[in-house]
C-alpha cells in the first residue's frame, strides 16, 4: 500500500445512490443454522425461505401484540 494516494481527479459522489436498498448477509449461529438447514432439506426448500416464513410468522405474533 502506497503512503499516499492522488484523490485530486476523484469525483466526489460518484457511485452514491440515494434509494438503493442493500442485501446485506446475515450470519445464523452455528446451532441455528443447523437446524434451519435439516429443517429445509426435510421440506425440499432451501434456508432462504425456511428463515424468511420463521420471521415472517414472528413478525405477525409481535404485530398481534402491539
Do not use: W
Not at 26 to 51: P, S
Request: glycine share 4%.
Amino acid at each position: 500500500m502506497k503512503k499516499e494516494y492522488d484523490f485530486s481527479k476523484g469525483v466526489k459522489g460518484k457511485f452514491y445512490r440515494p434509494n438503493t436498498r442493500l442485501n446485506l448477509p446475515i450470519y445464523l449461529d452455528e446451532d441455528i443454522a443447523e437446524f434451519v438447514n435439516k429443517y429445509a432439506r426435510r421440506k425440499k426448500t432451501d434456508a432462504g425461505t425456511v428463515v424468511n416464513r420463521l420471521l415472517r410468522n414472528n413478525k405477525e405474533i409481535i404485530q398481534s401484540f402491539q
